[in-house]
T-cell receptor
């Protein structure tokens, strides 16, 4: 049983560009949450998707958007990249919101 | 705003000793708490969770204690092993918004 998988594992983008990160949830899970983790800090909640809708959002600008597909996989899009967007982006899945969440290995995004 | 915080950024213990990692939370509306372990280069790994209607929950070598009166959460690791060395995060969940603390780095000395 594959756990949460994220792609790509590493990514380098130029300031001002746009990026799309992908996440496949653990088998049987229908809820996907995205987090940003800066070096040396805890993960910061970006948003959560359930039933293809954004259910909850953290304190992130509209440059951060997402989508959930009928197969429960999800994408995180970031527009107009800033140097400060460089971080590890983590996806977590669960069966229903507010239950045990499993994390993927993350996508390391570097903005230059 | 309200946030999750940790009392100590680092903790060093001798192999075989018990470890206690503490966490303070300030959002009294939070109803679900989770401890995660994160090793270098990996995503957080679920350790144990507890809901607000409980004050103690035990797993394999780990125990989580919740004191809602003082808004305090702790993770106890019995017979700490070198493989337990990692950063430990507590997280509180309120209405599907999960907030993490900054983490405590646990180092196990052989």
């Amino acid at each position: 049983d594959a756990g949460v998988t994220q792609s790509p594992t590493h990514l380098i983008k130029t300031r001002g560009q746009q990026v799309t990160l992908r996440c496949s949830p653990k088998s049987g899970h229908d809820t996907v949450s995205w987090y940003q983790q800066a070096l040396g800090q805890g993960p910061q909640f970006i948003f959560q998707y359930y039933e293809e809708e954004e259910r909850q959002r953290g304190n992130f600008p509209d440059r951060f958007s997402g989508h959930q597909f009928p197969n429960y996989s999800s994408e995180l899009n970031v527009n107009a990249l800033l140097l400060g967007d460089s971080a590890l982006y983590l996806c977590a899945s669960s069966f229903r919101p507010n239950t045990e969440a499993f994390f993927g290995q993350g996508t390391r995004l570097t903005v230059v | 705003g309200e946030s999750v915080g940790l009392h100590l950024p680092t903790l060093s213990v001798q192999e075989g000793d018990n470890s206690i990692i503490n966490c303070a939370y300030s959002n009294s509306a939070s109803d679900y708490f989770i401890w995660y372990k994160q090793e270098s280069g990996k995503g957080p790994q679920f350790i144990i969770d507890i809901r607000s209607n409980m004050d103690k929950r035990q797993g394999q070598r780990v125990t989580v204690l919740l004191n809602k009166t003082v808004k305090h959460l702790s993770l106890q690791i019995a017979a700490t092993q070198p493989g337990d060395s990692a950063v430990y995060f507590c997280a509180e969940n309120n209405n599907n918004d999960m907030r993490f603390g900054a983490g405590t780095r646990l180092t196990v000395k052989p």
